[in-house]
């Protein structure tokens, strides 16, 4: 993340980056690659095989598809809402 000291300045929020090769610092994002991708691609895929507008549509599947850990929200509601309270300093329902 290239800007992230802006981001954390602009926000105010704390930022955390996980260590190379170390996936227990990142549980929820290896879940998602060991369940969710692999629902579209087998492990040892080469996605080399695959075009842009093929890997577009799965990565729109995946943000479109309701999280548990975001409250049944898709990634794109839970970030529109986390920028309006951060803006704003108030959740909104619109």
Not at 77 to 84: D, G, I, K, S, T
């Given at each position: 993340?290239?800007?992230?000291?802006?981001?954390?300045?602009?926000?105010?929020?704390?930022?955390?980056?996980?260590?190379?090769?170390?996936?227990?610092?990142?549980?929820?994002?290896?879940?998602?690659?060991?369940?969710?991708?692999?629902?579209?691609?087998?492990?040892?895929?080469?996605?080399?095989?695959?075009?842009?507008?093929?890997?577009?549509?799965v990565a729109k599947?995946?943000?479109?598809?309701?999280?548990?850990?975001?409250?049944?929200?898709?990634?794109?509601?839970?970030?529109?809402?986390?920028?309006?309270?951060?803006?704003?300093?108030?959740?909104?329902?619109?």
């Amino acid at each position: 993340m290239a800007q992230h000291a802006q981001l954390r300045i602009q926000t105010g929020l704390p930022l955390y980056f996980a260590d190379p090769r170390s996936p227990r610092q990142r549980p929820s994002n290896e879940n998602i690659n060991r369940l969710l991708l692999r629902q579209h691609f087998p492990t040892v895929t080469d996605v080399t095989r695959y075009s842009r507008v093929d890997l577009e549509e799965v990565a729109k599947t995946l943000n479109e598809r309701p999280s548990k850990t975001l409250a049944f929200k898709m990634p794109a509601e839970a970030m529109n809402e986390l920028l309006l309270t951060t803006r704003t300093g108030v959740a909104t329902t619109s």
